[in-house]
């Protein structure tokens, strides 16, 4: 028989399990709109900064500022004012965010070319969404405080909602890349973009309705061992700042290595920050009291070799292996910080303070690596620093170990010294100061007190700290110059080629990178300075062009888009005149600093050098009437793409003659790039060639991709008549679904399989 009591209660699980529903469907949405905000107002902006991978990182540090802001804004809410107080100031500003609506770009002046562009970028996004993120950044904090006050079942521990907020978070970085950027252009995004946010103030609205009405003063108190029983001291809050400071910074830091250091893959920046929702949706369930105490153990083990093997400067032959490697280590020191954090969280009463310590060590982690670290390190030192930083986190090495007998532990320290003494003087022989060897001895010595009472920690330790001391020397033995910017790492390295490389024996070799992708190379001796090598070879498409027109092309106009080292230059003869475009004031410097490259002071008489991004450039410039543009411009090992969209198109075919050539160099390893090219061949009618040039020998002429597009077809006869059929036409068929403009580009579109 069902009694009365029986149908209460039904109808209050009812109740319960809706409240959940409804609580967790108002984060999962507020969390799905921030993270899809992200990427999309990112890449709006990255055609005015020459798609700058640090954009990405900049954009970063916003938006945990505004996140920092909008849990210190929740928590002084939910502090200091009353619930009907709490409603009533969230509510005015909810109606206010719809000003922002439908989202855009503000209006603005364009980026500086002779600072960084760092504060222009934040100013735009301020201006722009400021109060709409602000609002995303608030519900998780204000939904969970709200939903401890409504007296559910559930209220003692709200912190499980977070599981339906990372979810929303993973869950729309992944599908942004797969499903919005291939199918919607910007502003279609944008549109539904306004409309969800639309929504998510209603959900929102109503939360605050179900607070109003069902909101308990007090809450039932803890009996979980995994929270703190009192108030949290000082000491607890900075391990909370530390514990998200670490992953934060290092979630940047990998990123930036893995584009740039071993594969410059477009997108790359997906797989660091799904992992990090991961580890947070893990570390907040309930998987995670059994799952940590693991991860605690396997960090040291997994972590430490790998940061002796990484000071070793080796990499795997396979990069997928190599790029495996890394994000498994990112993967732990994550898991075990986050796993910390979800293990120390506090009661309710504290967990806007908690989120508010959280949003604290996230956004200085961002401010670390964006605004301290390219002022302090000329290369990306914070990598392994906060992978270090990570492992000291890590308390478990620190237990009480049975005592070892004196004897024994004399003879282990001897063995120890002799061992590793060995080591430091090997490494360190040749280095004149002893006092960097002595430091290293009271490193290593007061290494083996922290740890003798557990071996294996103690050798452990004690490999990975000499193993930092002796890489260093070893990476730059060749670095002529390192420089870091807002647009990346920048070095010039000095090779001496070897005795069989095609007749360049004892040869000396200048060359350029971005990471580890070359950006261009000059030969020094005297007698070869202007010969052109790496993608530039005469061998090579683009060599193959300026030997077709060089009795035509003797008083050329030619625009270059990207410098470079200038490498270009060595085919220019006395009365051409050439303009390059190049957006890194580090790039200009190195071009034409006659140390480090001379094409432009030993190779050319007449040109010009113009600061910034090549669009907004030629866009302000009156017709330059080129007879020959080169479209050469890279940010690590792929063009960006506002530079290869139909509206880039019409602007570069303004600048040239009648008779002009457009050529493209759009070799890369990860996209295929000329069906994007042949479409707009087709669409605009112009005639394309392209040739895949691959050398039989590597050496220092390489592999390169170009094509060449131009309004008159005869005016290839020459090109055509000299190379013997290397170009080809470019197919008129592409598989392309949507042109790419300004506001539609896909890259998984052009994903080489």
Same mark, same amino acid.
Request: hydrophobic share 45%; with cysteine.
């Given at each position: 028989?069902?009694t009365?009591?029986?149908?209460?209660h039904?109808?209050?699980?009812?109740?319960?399990?809706?409240?959940?529903?409804?609580?967790?469907?108002?984060?999962?949405?507020?969390?799905?709109?921030?993270?899809?905000?992200?990427?999309m107002?990112?890449?709006?902006? &990255?055609?005015?900064?020459?798609?700058?991978?640090?954009?990405?990182?900049?954009? *970063?540090?916003f938006? +945990?500022?505004?996140?920092?802001?909008?849990?210190?804004?929740?928590?002084y809410?939910?502090?200091?004012?009353?619930?009907?107080?709490?409603?009533?100031?969230?509510?005015?500003l909810?109606?206010?965010?719809?000003?922002?609506?439908?989202?855009?770009?503000?209006?603005?002046e364009?980026?500086?070319?002779?600072?960084?562009?760092? @504060?222009?970028?934040?100013?735009v996004?301020?201006?722009?969404?400021?109060?709409?993120? @602000?609002?995303?950044?608030t519900?998780?904090?204000l939904?969970?405080?709200?939903?401890?006050n409504l007296?559910?079942?559930?209220?003692?521990?709200?912190?499980?909602?977070s599981?339906?907020?990372?979810?929303?978070?993973?869950?729309?970085?992944?599908?942004?890349?797969?499903?919005?950027?291939?199918?919607?252009?910007?502003?279609? +995004?944008?549109?539904?973009?306004?409309?969800?946010f639309?929504?998510?103030?209603? &959900?929102?609205?109503?939360?605050?309705?179900?607070?109003?009405?069902?909101?308990?003063?007090?809450a039932?108190?803890?009996?979980?061992?995994?929270?703190?029983?009192?108030?949290?001291?000082?000491? +607890?809050?900075?391990?909370?700042? *530390?514990?998200?400071?670490v992953?934060?910074?290092?979630?940047?830091?990998?990123?930036?290595?893995?584009?740039?250091?071993?594969?410059?893959v477009p997108?790359?920046?997906?797989?660091?920050?799904?992992?990090?929702?991961?580890?947070?949706?893990?570390?907040?369930?309930?998987?995670?009291?059994?799952?940590?105490?693991w991860i605690?153990? &396997?960090?040291p083990?997994?972590v430490?070799?790998?940061?002796?093997?990484?000071?070793s400067?080796?990499?795997?032959?396979?990069?997928?292996?190599?790029?495996?490697?890394?994000?498994?280590?990112?993967?732990?020191?994550?898991?075990?910080?986050?796993?910390?954090?979800?293990?120390?969280?506090?009661?309710?009463?504290?967990?806007?303070?908690?989120?508010?310590?959280?949003?604290?060590?996230?956004?200085?982690?961002?401010?670390?690596?964006?605004?301290?670290?390219p002022f302090?390190? =000329?290369?990306?030192?914070?990598?392994?620093?906060?992978?270090?930083a990570?492992?000291?986190?890590?308390?478990?090495?620190?237990?009480?170990?049975?005592?070892?007998?004196?004897?024994?532990?004399l003879v282990?320290?001897?063995?120890?010294l002799a061992?590793?003494?060995?080591?430091?003087?090997?490494?360190h022989? =040749?280095?004149?100061?002893?006092?960097l060897i002595?430091?290293?001895?009271?490193?290593v010595?007061?290494?083996?007190? *922290? @740890?003798?009472?557990?071996?294996?920690? !103690?050798?452990?330790?004690?490999?990975? !700290?000499?193993?930092?001391?002796?890489s260093?020397?070893?990476?730059?033995?060749?670095?002529?110059?390192?420089?870091?910017n807002f647009?990346?790492?920048?070095?010039?390295t000095?090779?001496?080629?070897? =005795?069989?490389?095609?007749?360049l024996?004892?040869?000396?070799?200048?060359? *350029?990178?971005?990471?580890?992708?070359?950006?261009?190379?000059?030969?020094?001796?005297?007698?070869?300075?202007?010969?052109?090598?790496?993608?530039?070879?005469?061998?090579?498409?683009?060599?193959?062009?300026?030997?077709?027109y060089?009795?035509?092309?003797?008083?050329?106009?030619?625009?270059?888009?990207?410098?470079?080292?200038?490498?270009?230059?060595?085919?220019?003869?006395?009365?051409?005149?050439?303009?390059?475009?190049?957006?890194?004031?580090?790039?200009?410097?190195?071009?034409?600093?006659?140390?480090?490259?001379s094409?432009?002071? =030993?190779?050319?008489?007449?040109?010009?050098?113009?600061?910034?991004?090549?669009?907004?450039?030629?866009?302000?410039?009156?017709?330059?009437?080129?007879?020959?543009?080169?479209?050469?411009?890279?940010?690590s090992?792929?063009?960006?793409?506002?530079?290869?969209?139909?509206?880039?198109l019409?602007?570069?075919?303004?600048?040239?003659?009648?008779?002009?050539?457009?050529?493209?160099?759009?070799s890369?390893?990860?996209?295929d790039?000329e069906?994007?090219?042949?479409?707009?061949?087709?669409?605009?009618?112009?005639?394309?060639?392209? +040739?895949?040039?691959?050398?039989?020998?590597?050496?220092?002429?390489?592999?390169?991709?170009?094509?060449?597009?131009?309004?008159?077809?005869?005016?290839f006869?020459p090109?055509?008549t000299?190379?013997?059929?290397?170009?080809r036409?470019?197919?008129?068929?592409?598989?392309?679904?949507q042109?790419?403009?300004?506001?539609?580009?896909?890259?998984?579109?052009v994903?080489?399989?």
């Amino acid at each position: 028989m069902v009694t009365t009591m029986d149908i209460a209660h039904s109808s209050e699980s009812r109740r319960n399990f809706a409240s959940v529903v409804f609580y967790a469907l108002t984060l999962f949405m507020s969390a799905s709109l921030m993270f899809i905000l992200q990427p999309m107002f990112g890449k709006r902006l &990255l055609p005015a900064l020459g798609g700058a991978a640090s954009v990405w990182n900049t954009c *970063m540090v916003f938006y +945990q500022t505004l996140l920092f802001i909008g849990y210190l804004y929740a928590h002084y809410l939910t502090r200091h004012l009353n619930p009907k107080q709490q409603i009533c100031v969230h509510g005015a500003l909810l109606l206010l965010s719809l000003l922002f609506i439908p989202i855009g770009i503000a209006q603005t002046e364009a980026p500086p070319t002779d600072s960084t562009p760092v @504060f222009w970028l934040l100013s735009v996004l301020f201006g722009s969404i400021g109060l709409p993120f @602000f609002i995303l950044s608030t519900t998780s904090p204000l939904i969970q405080k709200w939903f401890s006050n409504l007296g559910h079942t559930q209220s003692r521990d709200p912190y499980f909602l977070s599981i339906a907020s990372n979810s929303g978070s993973l869950l729309a970085l992944l599908s942004y890349p797969l499903i919005f950027e291939s199918q919607l252009g910007l502003s279609e +995004q944008q549109h539904l973009w306004s409309i969800g946010f639309v929504l998510l103030l209603v &959900l929102v609205l109503l939360c605050m309705a179900v607070y109003k009405q069902s909101r308990h003063d007090a809450a039932p108190a803890y009996s979980t061992t995994s929270h703190l029983l009192s108030k949290p001291s000082l000491i +607890q809050q900075l391990h909370w700042l *530390m514990l998200a400071l670490v992953p934060s910074s290092l979630l940047i830091g990998t990123t930036h290595y893995l584009s740039t250091d071993i594969a410059s893959v477009p997108l790359l920046w997906i797989i660091p920050l799904a992992l990090y929702l991961l580890s947070f949706i893990l570390v907040f369930s309930r998987y995670n009291d059994s799952l940590h105490p693991w991860i605690s153990r &396997l960090q040291p083990w997994i972590v430490a070799p790998f940061l002796i093997y990484y000071f070793s400067d080796q990499k795997l032959a396979d990069y997928s292996l190599e790029l495996a490697l890394h994000l498994l280590v990112f993967f732990i020191c994550i898991m075990f910080c986050h796993g910390e954090l979800a293990r120390r969280r506090p009661q309710p009463e504290y967990l806007t303070q908690y989120y508010l310590i959280m949003s604290l060590g996230g956004m200085l982690g961002g401010v670390f690596n964006n605004f301290v670290v390219p002022f302090v390190f =000329d290369d990306l030192y914070e990598y392994p620093l906060m992978i270090i930083a990570a492992l000291m986190l890590n308390t478990v090495t620190k237990k009480h170990y049975a005592p070892i007998p004196k004897n024994i532990r004399l003879v282990s320290l001897l063995i120890y010294l002799a061992f590793f003494g060995a080591i430091v003087y090997q490494y360190h022989q =040749d280095i004149a100061n002893n006092t960097l060897i002595a430091l290293i001895v009271i490193a290593v010595v007061s290494n083996y007190f *922290m @740890f003798h009472k557990n071996m294996l920690s !103690l050798f452990l330790y004690s490999s990975l !700290l000499v193993s930092c001391t002796t890489s260093f020397r070893q990476q730059n033995e060749q670095t002529l110059m390192k420089t870091r910017n807002f647009y990346g790492v920048l070095s010039v390295t000095q090779i001496t080629l070897p =005795d069989h490389d095609n007749g360049l024996e004892n040869e000396v070799l200048h060359a *350029m990178y971005s990471g580890t992708t070359q950006h261009g190379a000059q030969l020094v001796n005297k007698d070869t300075q202007c010969t052109p090598v790496s993608y530039y070879s005469a061998q090579g498409p683009i060599g193959q062009v300026f030997q077709a027109y060089q009795g035509s092309s003797t008083d050329w106009n030619i625009g270059i888009v990207g410098l470079g080292s200038g490498a270009l230059g060595s085919y220019a003869t006395p009365n051409q005149h050439w303009y390059f475009y190049e957006l890194n004031p580090a790039v200009i410097r190195m071009a034409t600093t006659p140390a480090y490259f001379s094409y432009l002071h =030993d190779c050319m008489s007449q040109y010009e050098i113009y600061p910034g991004d090549a669009r907004l450039t030629l866009d302000k410039q009156p017709n330059q009437h080129f007879d020959l543009l080169v479209i050469d411009a890279f940010t690590s090992d792929a063009i960006p793409t506002h530079l290869l969209t139909r509206e880039a198109l019409e602007l570069y075919l303004a600048h040239l003659t009648e008779n002009g050539i457009l050529a493209f160099h759009i070799s890369n390893h990860y996209l295929d790039l000329e069906p994007v090219l042949a479409d707009h061949a087709h669409q605009l009618g112009l005639y394309g060639l392209i +040739q895949k040039h691959r050398p039989q020998r590597k050496s220092q002429i390489f592999a390169s991709d170009w094509v060449l597009l131009s309004q008159n077809r005869a005016i290839f006869t020459p090109l055509l008549t000299q190379t013997q059929h290397q170009w080809r036409q470019l197919a008129t068929d592409t598989a392309l679904n949507q042109s790419w403009t300004d506001d539609f580009t896909s890259l998984i579109s052009v994903w080489k399989h």
